[in-house]
């Protein structure tokens, strides 16, 4: 009776085939009694004591406990989904919600045109230049509105019509040719637009209060006539029987004759030649013609006081001292370097913190006047990896219409001039440029550029 129940009781227990061939905690290890390195099963040594090995009820028992851990870990992960994804259900539904950004319907360039700018929000601006020999009609840039149209009137480029000013003179005829013109002027006018009577006689001459600038003529006399010549930069003034050398005053000349442009600022007239002068802060170079800026800040030839720097300009220098902006509530600014101000840490529930400028700098450009256009003019790029999208944007200044922003690359962006600027003037533009982590607002950065144009162009 006894070995049935034993024979009975094997055959009850549950899973018993399914239970893992290994040893359990402690097997390989000597025990009281026992070898311990016997290479079998410690479940068929019989060197083994039955108190080193569990029993089958208790490891059973250990299987079961486990399996109602698992069981419990895997209802609370299955809970923490479930509450994610209502979550994000939630936050969809409340995007959906939100009506669109208002926009504008989108903008071509004109033909023979350029167009800058690729934002079509409220407030934002799209700028048009025209190519080389053609000038805009319309709007050269117009403003995204809140009632999704655009500010101005459509622009267009226009071919320049060098006739259409009737620029020839005392009946002269004006004939268009590629990138210029030219007159062709009745038979007693001459001249780049007939501005001049032509001359039928030798003028009547006077000899210059300076001697220097008249002379006698060289003469020979060659059979029965006398021939007379004068030296290099002379004119025969007179009759060959009184004539006299009078200096030939190219400056003037040339300038009225629309020739080659002597000198790159003033022409001064000489005896027999010509020489060229640069305004006060500019050498002359050596092909003497051209015009250089002296740098007054690498000379030391500046008078700036201490704790301000200088900015060499064109003829010139200025004194400058950037400033960080004065604290604002939650918002202060620190000093870390002349030229750049770096935002303090803001409190964590600070939204107005986080959305001002992380960083501010500041830039001094010279420029020459009337410089061709369009031209970059600064360049702007994260100064750490870690932003997978930038966006870039004038955000102020003086210049409002001279400038535009464009991406340069895939990870920066640069400040473009529209039109070129009469100087002296000295022109303000804000750019800032915002970081972005899966379309996550991270950063702003703000560029503050001064330019200051020359009164010179060059």
């Given amino acids: 009776m006894r070995r049935e129940r034993q024979s009975q009781g094997a055959q009850g227990t549950p899973d018993a085939a399914e239970l893992p061939h290994q040893p359990p905690p402690g097997a390989g290890r000597g025990a009281p009694g026992g070898s311990g390195s016997t290479g079998g099963s410690p479940w068929l040594s019989p060197?083994?004591?039955?108190?080193?090995?569990?029993?089958?009820?208790?490891?059973?028992?250990?299987?079961?406990?486990?399996?109602?851990?698992?069981?419990?870990?895997?209802?609370?992960?299955?809970?923490?989904?479930?509450a994610v994804r209502s979550r994000l259900s939630s936050i969809h539904a409340s995007l959906a919600k939100e009506p669109p950004a208002p926009?504008?319907?989108?903008?071509?360039?004109?033909?023979?045109?350029?167009?800058?700018?690729?934002?079509?929000?409220?407030?934002?601006?799209?700028?048009?230049?025209?190519?080389?020999?053609?000038?805009?009609?319309?709007?050269?840039?117009?403003?995204?509105?809140?009632?999704?149209?655009?500010?101005?009137?459509?622009?267009?480029?226009?071919?320049?019509?060098?006739?259409?000013?009737?620029?020839?003179?005392?009946?002269?005829?004006?004939?268009e040719g590629l990138g210029?013109?030219?007159?062709?002027?009745?038979?007693?006018?001459?001249?780049?637009?007939?501005?001049?009577?032509?001359?039928?006689?030798?003028?009547?001459?006077?000899?210059?209060?300076?001697?220097?600038?008249?002379?006698?003529?060289?003469?020979?006399?060659?059979a029965q006539s006398q021939q007379c010549s004068c030296d290099p930069g002379f004119q025969m003034s007179g009759t060959a029987s009184n004539g006299i050398c009078q200096d030939l005053d190219e400056c003037e000349v040339y300038q009225q004759e629309g020739g080659p442009r002597l000198c790159a600022h003033a022409c001064i007239n000489t005896p027999?030649?010509?020489?060229?002068?640069?305004?006060?802060?500019?050498?002359?170079?050596?092909?003497?013609?051209?015009?250089?800026?002296?740098d007054e800040c690498s000379l030391s030839q500046d008078n700036c006081t201490s704790g301000s720097s200088c900015i060499n300009t064109g003829g010139g220098f200025q004194c400058v001292t950037p400033e960080c902006p004065p604290a604002?509530?939650?918002?202060?600014?620190?000093?870390?370097?002349?030229?750049?101000?770096?935002?303090?840490?803001?409190?964590?529930?600070?939204?107005?913190?986080?959305?001002?400028p992380k960083t501010i700098s500041f830039h001094y450009l010279p420029l020459p006047s009337k410089a061709r256009a369009p031209v970059p003019l600064f360049r702007m790029a994260p100064g750490r990896p870690g932003p997978d999208s930038l966006r870039f944007g004038i955000a102020g200044g003086s210049g409002r219409?001279?400038?535009?922003?464009?991406?340069?690359?895939?990870?920066?962006?640069?400040?473009?001039?529209?039109?070129g600027l009469q100087g002296p003037r000295t022109l303000h533009v804000d750019v800032d440029m915002a970081e972005y982590l899966d379309r996550a607002f991270q950063a702003k950065h703000l560029s503050k550029i001064t330019l200051f144009v020359s009164a010179y162009e060059f």
Wanted: glycine share 8%; net charge positive.
């Fill in 401 to 419: 219409g001279h400038f535009a922003v464009r991406r340069s690359e895939r990870h920066a962006g640069e400040l473009l001039l529209l039109h």
């Fill in 328 to 356: 604002a509530g939650n918002i202060s600014y620190v000093k870390t370097s002349p030229f750049r101000c770096e935002r303090n840490p803001c409190p964590m529930e600070s939204r107005s913190c986080h959305q001002a």
């Fill in 272 to 294: 027999g030649s010509f020489r060229c002068s640069c305004p006060a802060g500019y050498v002359l170079l050596g092909d003497g013609k051209s015009c250089e800026d002296i």
């Fill in 180 to 222: 210029h013109f030219e007159c062709l002027c009745p038979p007693q006018w001459a001249g780049t637009s007939c501005q001049y009577r032509a001359q039928t006689a030798p003028p009547g001459w006077s000899v210059s209060d300076d001697p220097a600038f008249s002379r006698q003529p060289r003469c020979a006399q060659l």
């Fill in 103 to 175: 926009s504008c319907p989108a903008l071509q360039a004109p033909a023979d045109g350029r167009k800058f700018g690729s934002k079509y929000l409220v407030d934002h601006e799209v700028h048009f230049a025209c190519a080389p020999g053609f000038r805009l009609l319309g709007s050269s840039t117009r403003t995204c509105q809140a009632n999704g149209s655009w500010t101005g009137q459509e622009p267009r480029c226009a071919e320049i019509s060098e006739c259409s000013s009737s620029p020839c003179q005392n009946g002269g005829t004006c004939q």
């Fill in 47 to 82: 060197s083994l004591s039955p108190q080193s090995c569990l029993s089958r009820q208790q490891l059973l028992a250990a299987i079961r406990q486990m399996q109602q851990l698992l069981k419990g870990q895997e209802t609370r992960f299955s809970e923490g989904l479930r």
